[in-house]
């Protein structure tokens, strides 16, 4: 059995193949992922917010799209990854509860989604595979041997993107 | 205060913890006399938690739960969140709108709305609760339901937080039937700074 490493929420963790990354229960948080399909280094980031510009310095990076993204890129950098060549995958980012006046506050998955793949364009890494928006909660796992992004949910079916 | 809740001092939260007591005695009151049932609660708990861990608290986040989630309005923000498991829920349903135990397997649209009405009434009591310590009115909006994962349900109420800092003040009491099958967790979560609010208007800043 390859090592399953979970994620909580507002962390992030890498490691290299056989190992999975594994993040349950995502809502209007992003499960972002980085392969390097080459050294089997990759990453899993669990975000809750889009950017950390209205942030105090002494807060945990990791809950923010920008910070968190740049700090795992640098630390998979260290392993041996080679920035060249990583993909990036995400899932998550959805509104679960409809409310009729959605506050932008409620619209939090939206923008986080929009956040990370703007982190990610702004550092040349291409987005590969995508499943967000929706209204139900996502737990995320990817397989570092095959860099297989697998996306469960409750009554929504599986999918690998 | 609002940037470090990670320091409340006993005396603080024994009275948060009261204020707990007494809104889900109320709330548990309410619930008691709609289903013709003896609820059982226990005593509140007070904690400061990081953000990443209030999953825990009701069985991991991808433990599959029904929520009802409504805003809270007025001089304290907050968010309140009553969680059930899934088959909780269920059965609460079936006492509800009178079926047999064990009839609802999913929730159609009148479960949901029956409820949602049940998340209006214990909010309004415990929000009542609130009002008669603290002389802070709040006004609770229309619910919103949701069944899915732990994890992704908490993460509405957490992501407003995580804004501010990387705790949560949770304010959390478990409801029983007597014959176990409900099990409910009632959780208040106020925004940064109404936490200062209500503690000012109680007299133990």
């Given amino acids: 059995m390859p090592e399953l490493i979970k994620v909580g929420m507002a962390d992030y963790k890498v490691g290299r193949a056989p190992a999975i990354l594994i993040s349950y229960g995502l809502g209007s948080c992003i499960g972002i992922s980085l392969y390097d399909p080459q050294t089997k280094i990759g990453g899993l980031l669990h975000i809750m917010l889009p950017d950390s510009s209205k942030s105090r310095s002494s807060e945990n990076r990791n809950k923010f799209a920008d910070t968190g993204v740049a700090d795992m890129l640098d630390e998979m950098i260290k392993m041996g990854a080679v920035k060249s060549r990583i993909l990036a995958k995400l899932a998550g980012g959805s509104q679960m509860f409809a409310f009729a006046n959605a506050t932008e506050l409620m619209r939090v998955g939206f923008r986080n989604a929009a956040a990370a793949k703007e982190v990610l364009s702004r550092l040349s890494i291409p987005v590969v595979g995508e499943d967000t928006g929706g209204n139900y909660g996502r737990t995320v796992q990817i397989d570092l041997s095959d860099g297989v992004y697998k996306v469960k949910t409750i009554d929504k079916g599986d999918k690998e993107i | ?205």
Wanted: no cysteine; glycine share 8%; charged share 20%.
């Fill in chain 2, 1 to 205: 205060m609002s940037d470090d809740i990670a320091s409340l001092s006993p005396a603080q939260k024994d009275v948060l913890k009261e204020i707990g007591n007494v809104g889900a005695g109320n709330s548990a009151t309410a619930l008691s006399q709609i289903i013709n049932r003896r609820i059982d609660m226990d005593v509140p708990r007070v904690s400061i938690v990081p953000l990443s861990e209030v999953p825990e608290l009701v069985g991991g986040p991808d433990n599959m739960v029904v929520g009802v989630f409504l805003r809270v309005y007025g001089k304290a923000p907050s968010n309140i969140l009553f969680l059930m498991p899934k088959e909780s829920a269920f059965y609460l349903v079936d006492m509800l709108m009178g079926k047999r135990t064990g009839d609802t397997k999913n929730l159609d649209f009148m479960d949901e709305s029956a409820l949602m009405e049940i998340g209006n009434i214990l909010s309004g009591a415990y929000l009542n609760a609130l009002y008669s310590f603290t002389n802070i009115s709040l006004l609770p909006s229309i619910p919103a339901l949701a069944m899915d994962m732990a994890g992704a349900i908490l993460s509405v109420v957490l992501v407003q937080l995580g804004q501010m800092g990387d705790h949560a003040l949770v304010i959390e009491t478990e409801f029983k039937t007597d014959d176990d099958g409900i099990r409910g967790h009632f959780f208040l979560v106020p925004d940064s700074g109404s936490l200062e609010i209500i503690l000012s208007a109680v007299g133990v800043e």
